[in-house]
């Protein structure tokens, strides 16, 4: 699993608290029209909110109404009563969870309970089921209040037991049992029981009138940890498509798992484009991380953005997103802006580069290594700003016993006329070895000795250039143009003009 929609899918505590304390604060709320019965109960109505909040408020109102539509032709239940003596069990108890009074022994205090009074809300609520809450339904109701008070205390397996034992009494509510289910697999999720979430989930979708799209990401999340990616793709795809179709914008998580799930789906099958060329689902993670950016904005996003620019191999567009994030201050580690910098080296922007690159060691983000600063010196060499090149190459030198940056400083050497120093370093870079193409390296270093007119040396050394298949006939031309200076130098001395010899110290 990814840890950037991980942690999202993950509920946060207080949260799912407060929608469970709903459920139990309903059972008797304020205002109920309460029944007296010919046995003195109290006949309760359904007026359980429960877990509804939890699956979506912008479905409450419709599911309501289907709900109605559901149960209107049913088969007629009795209706559930919970007697009087219980009614004033479980109302003490509800009051001291909401911080309203005591726990319906001894004193309480104001705001939410404490550990220690909820330990003693669970020993009166186990001693409720023995003698005053003895029927079906009344059981119902206190381990759904069980289950809340597990749930305070951080203790999910335990709540887990109690809700499942609410959905198993015979009398309980159908519509508190239906929300329940949606408990359970939330409970479950944090348990990381994803095979019974899912089938807790599952089960809610069969008995819902509606589903919400909140409940269909919330199993699309537990079928991705079962590795059933196919049906997870197809609930969260349902779920943004029906939000987007009312005109809405889908929830961040939501786009994020339907990223992922595309994402490993290309991944999978080992290759970044179909049959056609195309890039298949990499198009659609993109497509998906530019909705992000739009309504989600975040550096991250940008990030990831640019990494499936790299991965499809569009480099203008993985420049453009990582520019992009230079210019917001928000590549902050050595291997981004020097991935930045060899992205603009390869679109033929040296300069641009190099300034990245001396930037980033001025701020001390970009280590002055070896590595580095041949790169730099490379890109300031590209740049045509030799005098910089050859600061940076010096540098470089110093700092690493590779061939490749003694063969670069001898190319800059020669650039500046500087024939000695360039022969020093071609040799060196010769002496070294590991060259990538060593005939190039024996080029400059001819060329070097023939501006010191060590003609002989140099004839060597083009002889040697030579034996490189790709760079044969230009070697050979200079084989020749070497011998024929050095046998006019000798004519010339011999009919006594004063002509210096090699100047290589």
Request: glycine residues 6%.
């Given at each position: 699993m990814t840890e950037e929609w991980a942690d999202k899918m993950r509920f946060s505590s207080k949260c799912l608290r407060w929608l469970l304390l709903s459920s139990v604060l309903t059972i008797f709320p304020l205002g109920l029209q309460v029944v007296s019965g010919l046995d003195g109960g109290l006949n309760v109505g359904l007026s359980l909110v429960g877990m509804a909040f939890a699956y979506g408020d912008e479905t409450n109102a419709e599911s309501d109404k289907a709900d109605k539509r559901k149960f209107q032709n049913a088969k007629t239940r009795k209706r559930q009563s919970v007697g009087q003596k219980c009614a004033t069990k479980l109302e003490a108890v509800q009051n001291a969870l909401g911080g309203e009074g005591d726990g319906g022994e001894g004193e309480g205090s104001e705001g939410e309970p404490n550990n220690q009074q909820l330990s003693g809300l669970i020993t009166q609520l186990n001693g409720f089921m023995t003698k005053s809450c003895s029927s079906s339904y009344e059981k119902s109701q206190v381990y759904n209040l069980l289950g809340f008070v597990y749930y305070s205390l951080d203790d999910y397996p335990k709540a887990t037991d109690s809700y499942r034992a609410m959905v198993a009494e015979p009398d309980v509510d159908e519509r508190q049992k239906i929300d329940t289910f949606y408990t359970l697999a939330q409970l479950y999720l944090m348990l990381e029981d994803y095979r019974s979430a899912a089938q807790q989930l599952e089960a809610w979708m069969t008995a819902s009138a509606i589903v919400s799209p909140d409940g269909k990401v919330l199993l699309a999340q537990a079928y991705y940890q079962l590795d059933r990616k196919a049906e997870a793709l197809k609930l969260v795809s349902s779920a943004i498509e029906s939000v987007e179709a009312k005109g809405g914008i889908p929830k961040e998580h939501w786009w994020s798992l339907q990223k992922v799930l595309y994402f490993e789906r290309t991944a999978s099958k080992g290759k970044t484009k179909d049959s056609q060329g195309k890039t298949g689902d990499y198009q659609k993670v993109v497509s998906i991380l530019k909705k992000l950016i739009t309504y989600y904005p975040s550096h991250s996003y940008w990030h990831q953005l640019g990494g499936m620019y790299g991965q499809m191999e569009e480099e203008g567009h993985r420049l453009a997103s990582l520019d992009i994030l230079y210019l917001d201050k928000a590549l902050t580690k050595s291997r981004d802006l020097m991935s930045l910098a060899y992205l603009y080296l390869g679109a033929g922007v040296p300069n641009r580069a190099a300034q990245i690159i001396e930037e980033g060691m001025k701020q001390g983000v970009v280590k002055r290594s070896g590595k580095n600063m041949e790169t730099l010196g490379g890109a300031w060499q590209q740049a045509r700003e030799t005098k910089k090149a050859l600061v940076a190459l010096e540098e470089a030198a110093k700092l690493s016993d590779k061939g490749a940056i003694w063969s670069r400083l001898a190319m800059v050497y020669l650039d500046l006329n500087e024939h000695?120093?360039?022969?020093?370093?071609?040799?060196?870079?010769?002496?070294?070895?590991?060259?990538?193409?060593?005939?190039?390296?024996?080029?400059?270093?001819?060329?070097?000795?023939?501006?010191?007119?060590?003609y002989e040396d140099a004839v060597e050394v083009f002889r040697d250039a030579a034996k490189d298949q790709k760079g044969r006939v230009t070697a050979e031309k200079w084989v020749e143009y070497v011998s024929g200076e050095a046998i006019r130098r000798d004519r010339l001395i011999e009919s006594g003009v004063k002509i210096g010899g090699c100047q290589l110290l």
């Open positions: 000695a120093k360039a022969v020093h370093a071609a040799r060196n870079a010769l002496k070294k070895g590991n060259l990538k193409k060593p005939s190039y390296t024996q080029m400059t270093l001819g060329n070097a000795l023939v501006n010191l007119h060590c």
